[in-house]
C-alpha cells in the first residue's frame, strides 16, 4: 500500500497511517497484551438477587396505568371544546340603530360585547362606516376560535379601548387626567 499523507497518528505502541490509498483510517488496533483481572476490593456483603414483583408493586403499577388511560381520556376530553370553536355560531352579521341614533353589531340577533364592560359596543351615529367596518371584520371570521386573536379584529379592538377611555372620563375622579390617558 502506497501512503498519500506522511502525516501519522502516534500510539504509545505503533506509529498507524491516517489516510491510505483506499481512503480508510486506521484508527485503533487491538492491545498486544491481555486484559489482567483486577482484584476484588470492595467490602461488605454480596448484592441480593433479583426478587420477583410482590402484589402491592403489581397493584401500584396497575393504578398507575388506570391513572396514565384515564389522563389519556382527560386530554381526549380536552380536545372537544376546541371542536367547538372550529364552527362559527353566527350566520348573518347585522349593524343596527337604535332610537338614539348609536350603532351596535349583532351576530345573528346577539349583540357584539366589549370585552372589559360585557355590555354590548356602541358605535356613535356619527360614525355609520367604522359600524359597517366593523361587522364585515366580522363577517370575514370563518371560527369561533378567531375571536379570541385581538390581531384579527383590529376594529373591534380599537372602539373598544375608545369605549372604555370614554366609559372611564365619564366617571369624575380625583385627578384630571384619567389612569387609561396615563397609559397611552
Same mark, same amino acid.
Request: glycine share 2%.
Given at each position: 500500500?502506497?501512503r498519500l499523507s506522511s502525516s501519522l497518528f502516534c500510539t504509545s505502541r505503533r506509529t498507524l497511517p491516517l489516510l491510505t490509498l483506499s481512503g480508510s483510517r486506521s484508527l485503533h488496533i487491538s492491545s498486544p497484551q491481555n486484559a489482567v483481572a483486577l482484584p476484588i476490593t470492595a467490602t461488605g ?61 349583532? =351576530? ?7 370585552? &372589559?364592560?360585557?355590555? $354590548? *359596543?356602541?358605535?356613535? /351615529? #356619527?360614525?355609520? +362606516? ?10 370575514? =371570521? ?7 386573536? &385581538?390581531?384579527?379584529? $383590529? *376594529?373591534?379592538?380599537? /372602539? #373598544?379601548?375608545? +369605549? ?21
Amino acid at each position: 500500500m502506497q501512503r498519500l499523507s506522511s502525516s501519522l497518528f502516534c500510539t504509545s505502541r505503533r506509529t498507524l497511517p491516517l489516510l491510505t490509498l483506499s481512503g480508510s483510517r486506521s484508527l485503533h488496533i487491538s492491545s498486544p497484551q491481555n486484559a489482567v483481572a483486577l482484584p476484588i476490593t470492595a467490602t461488605g456483603p454480596p448484592p441480593s438477587a433479583p426478587v420477583s414483583a410482590t402484589s402491592d408493586q403489581i397493584a401500584r403499577r396497575r393504578r398507575r396505568a388506570e391513572l396514565l388511560k384515564h389522563g389519556r381520556n382527560l386530554r381526549a376530553d380536552q380536545t372537544q371544546p376546541e371542536d367547538r370553536l372550529k364552527k362559527r355560531f353566527w350566520k348573518d352579521v347585522n349593524v343596527k340603530t337604535d332610537s338614539e341614533g348609536t350603532h351596535t353589531i349583532h =351576530l345573528d340577533t346577539r349583540p357584539v360585547r366589549n370585552p &372589559s364592560t360585557k355590555r $354590548p *359596543l356602541p358605535i356613535p /351615529a #356619527s360614525k355609520p +362606516h367604522l359600524a359597517t367596518a366593523i361587522a364585515l371584520e366580522w363577517d370575514l =371570521l370563518t371560527s369561533a376560535k378567531d375571536t379570541l386573536q &385581538s390581531h384579527l379584529l $383590529p *376594529l373591534t379592538s380599537l /372602539a #373598544s379601548r375608545a +369605549h372604555d377611555i370614554i366609559l372611564e372620563e365619564s366617571h369624575p375622579s380625583g385627578s384630571s387626567e384619567s389612569k387609561t390617558r396615563i397609559e397611552i
